[in-house]
């Protein structure tokens, strides 16, 4: 039997990827078990939106940090995942998301985000593409989109590199704690690991259940849909104060609308189905603001799979009593902090202090009755919401 | 909304057959079809305000008006110029059709939605003036045109003879006829034709014509490169072995402002594939075919599927299988006496497997040749929507690609208008020359639209404060 690994990982999405990717670059001898393709779930199929506007206030400070990976991912990735770094813009159409927009942009400028509120004018200098009908938008420079659908490959050669023992199309039917670290079960037979990462996006509560612990995670499917190539409409990444909008044209000319617009789906069958007055409800808003893409055809729409703990805040650190074992995933906007919040992680499976605190998950296993255990993660977080909303 | 017991997409044989069955059953049955008259690529009908000869008018006319006669004096409710963008559900259908926007919903469905065609590229195979074999038929029939003033017609089948004779027929020149198969094969292929004394007649009417014009056959050649650039100029044809192979043998030039190809035709089942029913690589249906009982139901409830859109048999077959599945949901919905059903589908059982005979040795005449996909030149583009060439494909096969929608992500192939309907099949025999199997390369996970559809159409008319924006997510 060959020796253990140092570190096993279960998931091939964004964050276990990163943690194979820092780890294995440490000298840890690393397996990384992925069901299908690498990252071809949440990591693969989003709308790519690398911003500060659509990210929770508590996770700015990662977000940020995450944005300048992307930016620089020829230098620490080796590998390109078509980002570009561009303009964000935010719009408010009536009062009351004149107000959304102004609370929500004043909380993530105060955690950090470069965002100033602009008028109508200024925003359509920025973008001149945009329609009638802006009351205010919030403008960020610190902004852009990268290719989803590229990650996979980018990742596949930077994890070859590194040296990972990359075993794509390989599910993994549960881990077994044992003497010294971890058998991961395969159809192959078991995997031995000293340590274990779990990092299954949407099926870490299944994953979790290995071990014993029960963490709920909500599925979300969200909805996406491309044109076809067009002549340029738009040079920036647009939103609305809601969020329910994340709109961007592509270099080679698709316009990728999205926002979060839920289809039907679950964590077995995967996002199934797309709901047709969802899909009409976000490409009206997308036309609204740029009235142009009205004249481009609709090509392909999906539906991708996204996670989401009780708080809507990641669950990123050590699995509480079991040494070894750690978890990675369900982070909000997941794809734009992923790969910051993962290499925190690997810091701290590397026995570094990680940079920024993790996201413990103790929080989320405390029973409903006592009080919930400070952490750094409740410690940024905030719900308080405008009353209106 | 309308509320209908069976919808059927397609009105072609297939559908057109299934929607009266269903209909003369006692159903409540909708036939959508994006052409504005029943009738598929076969029965199509002639554009508005075209005169057409009687001599020009063949069995094939006949029976299409005979189609779309039975039904309009059906109970049918037609829904011709129907775009269909959405299924979803158990079932809702969401086309958007001349009166805008328009939903239905049935708890049963039929597709029946017909082929598309296999191309192999080849240098210059983008050029303006090459079209497919299938696509002039459409031209032809569609709006009375020859694909140009001379036209070589080339690649594999009945649909060879089929467009040249109409070529002929409609005044334009054919400079050549380039088939992959030998005289050999069409021996083999003859008793099993003469199953169907009809089209046997047919088309040897259509070799009559083309004698008598005198267009050359070259025999086991291939279309090697299309010259001219901004327009077909010259057709290169060269000798090829029984897989399509080049065999190094003379090439030949001919001069032609048109070219129409085709290699064959391949099930076009996107409803299927986008309602996740489950699939089967069946070389002899023509490629990834739904995995359907003997009356087309498939493996998701209430799902129906016939026609070439089921498997690549043809107009007879198709109407068949569409008169059994449309039995098949009348009796499924509790509407059809066992009794009745099964008389009647017994009888369209029979002279199905009988249609089927002539239907599989066209398909042997007709079947992909993956010597060719070999031959593709690094630089010849494979996807004409992202222009994605051979290199890259090879390229990202080399970087891990190991499954076909894989691959899509590493190269956009398959990600443009057509939605892979174009270099699906190329791109698929090409991973499979890696990864050991058709089946291992797997099929393009159905997305919709159906077709790509204009969002201005979609999205019709409509004020800001009308769209239902969901609650924010949390801050």
């Known amino acids: 039997m060959s020796t253990p690994f140092d570190l096993a990982i279960v998931g091939g999405g964004i964050h276990g990827a ?114 009638e009908g802006v009351l205010l938008a919030a403008h960020c420079k610190v902004d852009g989109y990268a290719n989803a659908y590229l990650t996979g490959q980018a990742y596949h050669a930077a994890l070859i590199e590194a040296g990972v023992d990359l075993r794509e199309e390989t599910p993994v039917s549960g881990v077994e704690r044992e003497e ?10 078991p995997v031995r690991a000293k340590r274990l990462v779990l990092a299954g996006g949407v099926w870490l509560e299944e994953m979790m259940a290995w071990l014993g612990i029960t963490l709920p995670i909500k599925v979300l499917v969200n909805q996406l849909a491309v044109t076809e190539r067009v002549a340029p409409v738009m040079r920036t990444v647009v939103g609305i104060a809601s969020g329910l909008l994340s709109l961007k044209q592509y270099p080679h000319g698709t316009v990728v609308i999205g926002g979060g617009w839920q289809g039907r789906g679950d964590r077995q069958r995967g996002g199934v189905e797309l709901v047709p007055e969802s899909l009409i409800g976000n490409m009206r808003l997308a036309c609204h ?34 040494p070894d074992a750690y978890i990675c995933g369900s982070v909000h906007s997941g794809y734009t902090s992923g790969p910051y919040i993962a290499r925190l992680l690997a810091q701290r499976i590397l026995g570094q202090e990680p940079a920024d605190p993790l996201f413990p998950i103790d929080r989320l296993l405390a029973s409903p009755a006592a009080s919930p255990t400070p952490s750094a993660a409740a410690g940024r977080a905030t719900d308080e919401q405008p009353q209106h909303v | 909304m309308m ?96 009166a805008g926007s328009e939903s239905f919903t049935a708890p049963r469905l039929v597709a029946a939605t017909g082929a598309h065609e296999r191309l192999v590229p080849f240098p210059g195979w983008t050029t303006p003036g090459v079209i497919g074999l299938a696509a002039a038929t459409i031209l032809l029939k569609s709006q009375g045109m020859v694909p140009g003033r001379r ?13 040249a004779a109409k070529i002929v027929a409609g005044g334009g020149a054919v400079a050549a006829i380039i088939d992959l198969s030998g005289p050999g094969d069409w021996l083999k292929a003859l008793p099993a034709m003469a199953s169907r004394p009809d089209l046997l007649r047919q088309g040897l009417g259509w070799a009559l014509k083309l004698g008598a014009a005198c267009v050359p056959v070259l025999f086991r050649h291939t279309v090697t490169a299309v010259s001219g650039g901004e327009a077909c100029e010259a057709v290169t044809v060269a000798p090829v072995d029984a897989e399509g192979r080049p065999t190094g043998g003379r090439s030949r030039v001919f001069a032609a402002d048109a070219l129409a190809i085709g290699h064959g035709l391949v099930p076009g089942s996107e409803i299927p594939k986008l309602l996740r029913a489950e699939h089967r690589f069946e070389p002899e249906a023509g490629g990834w075919a739904p995995v359907r009982d003997a009356f087309g139901r498939c493996s998701v409830a209430g799902l129906y599927t016939v026609g070439d859109g089921a498997a690549v048999a043809g107009a007879e077959p198709a109407r068949l299988s569409g008169r059994l599945a449309g039995l098949a949901a009348a009796q499924d919905a509790g509407r059809l006496p066992a009794h009745v059903s099964a008389r009647e589908a017994g009888e369209a059982r029979a002279a199905l497997d009988k249609a089927l005979v002539f239907a599989g040795a066209i398909n042997r005449l007709m079947r992909a040749r993956p010597a060719m996909v070999e031959e593709i030149a690094k630089d010849t583009v494979i996807c004409r929507c992202e222009d994605v ?87």
């Not at chain 1, 010294?180 to 037979?189: E, P």
């Open chain 1, 18 to 131: 990163t943690v194979a990717l820092f780890c294995a670059r440490a000298g840890m001898r690393t397996v990384l078990f992925e069901r299908g393709s690498l990252c071809r779930e949440a990591s693969g199929v989003n709308a790519g939106t690398l911003t500060m506007q659509m990210t929770r206030v508590a996770l700015i400070p990662y977000a940020l940090q995450a944005h300048a990976m992307w930016a620089s991912a020829r230098e620490w990735l080796g590998h390109d995942a078509g980002v570009v770094v561009c303009d964000g813009l935010s719009l408010a159409f009536t009062q009351r998301e004149v107000e959304l927009l102004s609370f929500r942009a004043g909380k993530r400028r105060e955690a950090g985000a470069p965002i100033d509120l602009v008028t109508a004018t200024a925003a359509r200098a920025v973008e001149p593409g945009l329609g």
């Open chain 1, 180 to 189: 010294g670290g971890f058998a991961v079960q395969t159809a192959a037979g």
């Open chain 1, 289 to 322: 603001a740029i009235p142009a893409l009205r004249h481009a055809r609709l090509a392909r729409a999906w539906a991708g799979l996204e996670a989401e703990t009780a708080d809507a805040l990641p669950a990123a650190g050590p699995i509480p009593g079991i």
């Open chain 2, 3 to 98: 509320q209908a017991d069976l919808i059927v997409i397609g009105a072609g044989p297939a559908g057109a057959a299934a929607a009266l069955a269903a209909s003369e059953a006692g159903l409540l049955v909708v036939l959508l079809d994006e052409d504005a008259s029943p009738g598929g690529q076969v029965y199509r009908a002639p554009p508005a305000g075209l005169s057409v000869a009687p001599d020009t008018r063949g069995a094939d006319e006949r029976a299409g008006d005979a189609l779309r006669e039975a039904v309009a004096a059906s109970a049918v409710v037609w829904k011709g110029g129907a775009r269909v963008w959405s299924i979803s559900g158990a079932f809702r259908v969401d086309a958007v059709t001349a």
């Open chain 2, 151 to 163: 036209t070589v017609v080339a690649g594999c089948g009945p649909l060879l003879a089929a467009v």
């Open chain 2, 389 to 475: 060439r051979r290199g890259e494909i090879e390229a990202a096969i080399s970087a891990g690609a190991r499954e076909i929608n894989q691959l899509k992500h590493f190269t956009r192939c398959g990600m443009g208008p057509c939605q892979g309907r174009m270099c699906g099949e190329t791109a698929a025999t090409l991973l499979a020359r890696h990864v050991g199997s058709r089946e291992a390369a797997g099929y393009w996970t159905g997305r919709p639209p159906l077709r790509p559809v204009p969002l201005a159409d979609l999205l019709g008319e409509f004020d800001y404060g009308d769209i239902p924006v969901p609650n924010p997510a949390p801050l």
